[in-house]
């Protein structure tokens, strides 16, 4: 089972850009969370095309279930 840690960032035009984690470490702490988007929105080091991350929106942790078939 592949775990993702999606950070979910408000842009300058309104639209939501989304930041990838692979293998989050867990149990996820909210407040560290909170303090690296900061950090990423403060230092302008990701651009969407939809503009600058302008603020935190949100943060979720997303499980993908892969079953391959050969065939």
């Known amino acids: 089972m592949a775990k993702t840690l999606e950070l979910q ?4 035009f309104g639209k939501t850009a989304r930041v990838s984690v692979d293998e989050p470490i867990e149990p996820v702490d909210p ?4 303090q690296v988007m900061d ?9 969407s095309n939809t503009g ?10 997303v499980e993908r ?5 050969e065939v």
Request: proline share 0%.
């Open 31 to 34: 407040v560290q969370v909170k």
């Open 39 to 47: 950090t990423i929105i403060a230092t302008n080091v990701f651009q």
């Open 65 to 69: 279930n892969v079953t391959e078939y």
């Open 9 to 12: 960032f408000l842009t300058q």
């Open 52 to 61: 600058a991350l302008v603020s935190a929106e949100g943060a979720r942790v």
